[in-house]
C-alpha cells in the first residue's frame, strides 16, 4: 500500500520517480473510481448525487446512514494515489469529490505539496490522517466521519469542515491556515444517556485545536459540539465567531481558550454553553460581544466522568472566566444587539469574572440575568460578578436585572460609570455589593438632586461591611462636579455608618462611639460649621445676660494686685459722689472712671474673651466677679464652665473649616 512508500517525506519525490502512477495504473478502478480519475484530471466535480443543485448544496442531503451504493463507492487509497500524483493526475482545480461513501483509512500523514481536497456530502467510514500533512485547500463539507486527525496540518488556502458531522474527536493540535477556518453548522461529538438519564457526550474532547494558527477569520457559527472545545493558544488573524452554538459539557469547561490571541472581534452571541468558558489571560483585539448568549452549568450531583477530576468550589462556581484578559473594543454582556435579529437577554448562572482585566472601549451589561451558581447557599458568598480590579477605559454601564448573588467591584477602575440602583443587589439590611477601591470619574445614573443623591448613599449602603473608601470617592466626585452640599452630606453619612458599625462593648468603644455622636450633633462630624458657630454664639449670649445682671448689681471690681488699683478705686468714688442722678450714674462708673493704665470694663468683651479663650482682651485679668452670695458664686462657676466651652467649640470650628477646605 501506499503507507509502504512514504519513505521521502515530500510527495514531489515521489512522484518524479513515478512510484503513484504506478500504483494507480496497478488498482483494479470501479466504475466510480474511473470518475473521480477523470474529473481530478480537468479539475471538476466528480458528482454521485442525484439532480445535484452547485448553487444551492443544501437542497441536497446525504443520509450518512444508508448503505453503501456500488455506484458511489471510491476506495480511500485511490484518493490518496491520486493525491500525492498531484499534477500528473489532478488538475489546477484540485480533487473535487461529491456524494461519494469513502471506504478505508484516508491517510496523508507526511505527505508535502498536496493539491487541494474537497469532499462535500460524503460519507467516511474511518478517521481521515492528514497529520502534517500540507495540502492547498482541505474541505469536508456536509459529510459525515467518525472522527478526524490533523494534528500540525497546514493548509495553505483555508480549512472547511461546514456542516459536517464528526461523532469523534477533531483534532487540529498546532496546524497552521493560512485561510480562513470554517466549522459552521458543523455537529462534533455524540450525546449518549447516562446512568441517571441525563444526557452527557460520550467523549470529554468535540474540537481540540490547541495552538493552531489562523491567518484569517474562523467561523464556528451554528456550532453544535458535545465535549469539550479546546481553543487555548490559538492566534487568529481575524474575528473568532461562535454565534448562534450550542456547547455541551456541563460540569467541565466547556470553551477552553485561555491565552488566545484574536486580531478581530470574539462572538459569542445567542449561543447556549452548558458548562464554563474560560478566557484567561486571552488578548482580544475588538470585542467580546456575549448579545444574547446563555451559560449555565448543571449542578454535578448523580454524573461521574471518569475522564474528569470533580473540580473544586470556586472553579465550578465560574462559568465565564476572563481573569486577567486585555480586550482592545467594547464588551457586551447583554440583549440583543441593533444589528442582531433574535431579542434575548445574557443569561448566566454561575460566576462571570473579569478579575484584573483591562477593556478599552466600553463594558454593556444591560438586558442581563446574572446569578451565582447557588445563590441560596448561606455557608458562602456566592459571587455573581466579579470585577474585582478591573479596567474601564471608557463607559462602563451596569443596568441589568438585579443579580442573584454578590458581585465584587473592589479596586476596579472605569472612567464612566452609568448605571441605576435597582441594578445592585442586596438592601442596608444585607449587603451584597463589594464597592472598596471602586474609583470612578463620572456619574451618568443620576446623582444631581437631592433625591438622586439619597439613591446614591442607600447604594453604598449595601456593602457587606462598612469601609469608608466608597463614602470618599461619591464625596470626590461631588466636589469635581461643583455639588459641594451633596459632597459634605456624603461624609456625614460616611461617619455616621462608621458610628452605626462599632459594635464593640468595653469602655473604650463605648466612649469613642458617643464623643463621635457628640461631635457629630455639634459640628456634624465637621462638615457642618454653622453648626459649631451656632453653638458658640448661643454660649456667648448665655454669658453675656449673667454678667450683664453682675453689672447692675455693681458685683464687678477690679482685681488686678497693683498700685493702679488703688488709683482707680479713688476715682470710681470720687465718681460716684459727684454724681447726683441716682442710678444712670451708678452705670457709668465702670466705663468712664479709667485712664490708659487701667482697662476699663465691658460686658461684651469679657463676655467675648470667656467664650474665646484664644484672644486676650485684659477684661478677665483686671475684672472680676468679687460678691460672695450665691448667685455670684454661681456666676463664677458658669463663667469657668463657659471657658471650658469655649475652647472645644472653637477647637470645633476650626476643624470643621479645615474639613470643609479639604
Known amino acids: 500500500m501506499l503507507s509502504s512508500r512514504r519513505v521521502c517525506p515530500l510527495a514531489g519525490c515521489w512522484r518524479r520517480h513515478g512510484g503513484a502512477i504506478r500504483v494507480l495504473a496497478a488498482f483494479p478502478r470501479t466504475a466510480a473510481e474511473r470518475k473521480v480519475r477523470r474529473c481530478a484530471r480537468k479539475g471538476v466535480w466528480a458528482n454521485f448525487v442525484a439532480n445535484p443543485v452547485p448553487d444551492n448544496p443544501e437542497d441536497e442531503q446525504l443520509d450518512a446512514t444508508a448503505p453503501a451504493r456500488c455506484g458511489n463507492v471510491v476506495r480511500a487509497d485511490f484518493l490518496q494515489a491520486l493525491l500525492a500524483a498531484g499534477g500528473d493526475e489532478v488538475g489546477s482545480g484540485g480533487l473535487l469529490v461529491r456524494g461519494a461513501i469513502i471506504t478505508g483509512t484516508l491517510d496523508l500523514k507526511g505527505l508535502q505539496g498536496l493539491p487541494q481536497l474537497a469532499l462535500r456530502r460524503c460519507r467516511l467510514e474511518e478517521t481521515p490522517i492528514f497529520e502534517q500533512a500540507e495540502l492547498g485547500r482541505l474541505e469536508l463539507s456536509w459529510c459525515a466521519l467518525p472522527g478526524l486527525r490533523a494534528d500540525q496540518l497546514s493548509a495553505r488556502h483555508g480549512l472547511v469542515l461546514t456542516r459536517s458531522r464528526i461523532s469523534g474527536p477533531a483534532r487540529l493540535v498546532e496546524a497552521k491556515i493560512d485561510g480562513p477556518l470554517r466549522l459552521a453548522d458543523a455537529e462534533l461529538g455524540e450525546p449518549v444517556k447516562g446512568a441517571t438519564g441525563t444526557t452527557e457526550p460520550r467523549s470529554p474532547v468535540a474540537l481540540d485545536a490547541v495552538a493552531i494558527r489562523v491567518d484569517n477569520l474562523v467561523g464556528l457559527d451554528g456550532l453544535t459540539a458535545w465535549g469539550a472545545v479546546r481553543l487555548t493558544g490559538v492566534r487568529v488573524g481575524g474575528t473568532l465567531s461562535l454565534r448562534h452554538a450550542s456547547l455541551h459539557f456541563g460540569g467541565g469547561v466547556a470553551v477552553a481558550a485561555d491565552r488566545i490571541d484574536v486580531k478581530g472581534n470574539l462572538r459569542l452571541d445567542h449561543s447556549t454553553v452548558e458548562g464554563s468558558v474560560s478566557l484567561r489571560n486571552a488578548t482580544i483585539g475588538g470585542g467580546l460581544f456575549c448579545a444574547g448568549t446563555r451559560l449555565y452549568d448543571p449542578p454535578l450531583a448523580g454524573r461521574h466522568r471518569p475522564w474528569r477530576e470533580p473540580p473544586d468550589a470556586l472553579h465550578e462556581a465560574k462559568i465565564l472566566v476572563a481573569d486577567q484578559a486585555q480586550i482592545g473594543g467594547d464588551v457586551w454582556l447583554s440583549g440583543s444587539r441593533s444589528d442582531d435579529e433574535l431579542p434575548a437577554v445574557f443569561a448566566s448562572r454561575g460566576c462571570v469574572s473579569f478579575l484584573g482585566a483591562t477593556v478599552n472601549g466600553s463594558m454593556v451589561i444591560d438586558a442581563a440575568s446574572l446569578a451565582a451558581a447557588d445563590p441560596k447557599d448561606e455557608s458562602r458568598r456566592r459571587i455573581a460578578f466579579d470585577a474585582e480590579g478591573l479596567r474601564v477605559e471608557s463607559r462602563l454601564t451596569w443596568r441589568c436585572n438585579p443579580p442573584e448573588g454578590y458581585v465584587d467591584f473592589r479596586y476596579a477602575n472605569v472612567h464612566r460609570l452609568d448605571d441605576r440602583l435597582s441594578a445592585w443587589p442586596g438592601d442596608k439590611q444585607r449587603g451584597k455589593s463589594y464597592l472598596t477601591g471602586l474609583v470612578y470619574e463620572e456619574l451618568l445614573g443620576g446623582f444631581s438632586t437631592q433625591e438622586d443623591l439619597k439613591n446614591r448613599i442607600d447604594w453604598l449602603k449595601r456593602q457587606p461591611r462598612y469601609t469608608s473608601q466608597p463614602y470618599e470617592q461619591l464625596a470626590r466626585f461631588y466636589r469635581n462636579s461643583g455639588h459641594l452640599r451633596h459632597a459634605s452630606d456624603v461624609g456625614v453619612e460616611r461617619e455616621k455608618e462608621r458610628l452605626r458599625n462599632m459594635t464593640g462593648k468595653d469602655l473604650k468603644t463605648r466612649f469613642s462611639r458617643g464623643l463621635g455622636r457628640l461631635y ?128 472645644v467649640l472653637v477647637t470645633l470650628v476650626a476643624s470643621t473649616m479645615l474639613t470643609a477646605r479639604r
Not at 488699683?565 to 466705663?591: I, K, Y
Open 520 to 647: 457629630g450633633l455639634v459640628a456634624g462630624f465637621g462638615y457642618r460649621p454653622q453648626r459649631a458657630l451656632t453653638c458658640l454664639f448661643v454660649l456667648f449670649a448665655l454669658t453675656l445676660v449673667p454678667l450683664m445682671w453682675a453689672e447692675s448689681k455693681e458685683h464687678i471690681s477690679p482685681s488686678k494686685a497693683s498700685e493702679d488699683v488703688d488709683v482707680v478705686r479713688v476715682q470710681l468714688d470720687r465718681h460716684v459722689a459727684e454724681t447726683s442722678a441716682g442710678q444712670a450714674a451708678r452705670l457709668a462708673p465702670l466705663e468712664d472712671a479709667c485712664d490708659a493704665s487701667y482697662p476699663c470694663y465691658s460686658t461684651l468683651l469679657y463676655s467675648l474673651e470667656t467664650v474665646i479663650p484664644l484672644i486676650n482682651l485684659r477684661q478677665a485679668e483686671y475684672w472680676s466677679v468679687q460678691s460672695d452670695d450665691w448667685p455670684t458664686r454661681t456666676l463664677r462657676g458658669w463663667l469657668g464652665i463657659s471657658s471650658i466651652l469655649g475652647w
